[in-house]
């Protein structure tokens, strides 16, 4: 028997005129809908006017580990699953990777219908660049973990999407500005696609007093902008430090890569400067008199 498919399908964030018309069909063609949340996936086809054709099955991340056999035997017997998640792409900080894994390891076909993201609609509209970007998904839940998280990205160089959720969003807010700095640009987007979307750019430190201030409700995507350039340090300057640390022990390479990123260095300049510094005779002492 030739084997089904595993689809991915991307549901909209808001605003249920987004649906696609492959979305529609095939809510109404699967063998097996696998959803999120089951009730949003039968309000969803209610309000875009669909009927869902075939079985429905809850498909969440306290589930997805257990559940995934059962959907590829449905795929390996000949059958269409569609994996939806409440809104937006599944497998991107959503359920359905765990899925998709297992599916490319057993050779199954997997394939997409693509639709609406709360990531790059957010970085559309934020105003920051967009050539190259990265999404982190929510940040840490407690304070003490979620400003490390911050501080190990303040060198970040592209623009970055985060999630995160109302009653967190002022002190997460915060924590960015202390990491990042308060000059920093970034945008809050909320509830995007629907009524009372709302974008806000600004600074984070003043991102951090208006969301103090108010009363920051619904779906909430973060674009901070990337770390700027650092002025990059003369090879030449750091050549010193680099043979000062191999002579206390430390191996050429590993100070080169070390120096080199805290300088903003080449590293090959600065391992072939090194080098050519150790390998040049040492000055004989000028003669007694």
């Known amino acids: 028997m030739t084997a089904g498919r595993l689809v991915l399908a991307a549901t909209p964030i808001g605003d249920v005129e987004d649906a696609s018309p492959r979305l529609r069909r095939l809510i109404t063609e699967a063998e097996v809908v696998a959803a999120e ?74 394939t997409a219908a693509p639709g609406p993201s709360a990531v790059l609609t957010a970085l559309a509209l934020s105003g920051l660049p967009t050539d190259r970007f990265c999404f982190e998904g929510f940040p840490p839940r407690k304070g003490g973990e979620r400003l490390r998280g911050f501080t190990e990205l303040a060198d970040e160089r592209r623009t970055m999407v985060f999630f995160e ?29 629907k009524t009372y979307e709302e974008v806000v750019r600004r600074p984070l430190g003043e991102l951090a007093r208006w969301a103090g201030e108010s009363e920051v409700r619904g779906e909430i995507s973060v674009v901070v902008a990337g770390a700027p350039p650092r002025e990059a340090t003369a090879v030449e300057d750091l050549v010193g430090e680099v043979l000062t640390r191999v002579g206390a022990g430390e191996r050429l390479k590993d100070a080169v890569a070390d120096v080199a990123a805290a300088g903003g260095a080449s590293k090959r300049d600065l391992y072939a400067a090194a080098v050519a510094q150790r390998s040049s005779p040492t000055p004989a002492p000028p003669p007694t008199p």
């Open 37 to 110: 949340d089951t009730r949003r996936l039968r309000s969803l086809a209610a309000r875009m006017g669909v009927d869902i054709g075939g079985r429905v099955v809850s498909y969440h991340e306290h589930n997805e580990a257990d559940r995934a056999q059962e959907l590829l035997d449905v795929v390996a017997g000949g059958g269409t699953v569609l994996v939806v998640t409440d809104a937006g792409m599944p497998a991107v900080s959503d359920p359905g990777f765990r899925v998709v894994a297992a599916a490319v390891e057993a050779g199954l076909p997997v």
């Open 165 to 193: 959720s109302p009653h967190r969003i002022a002190a997460t807010l915060a924590d960015m500005a202390q990491a990042f700095g308060a000059d920093r640009a970034a945008a809050v987007c909320r509830e995007l696609t």
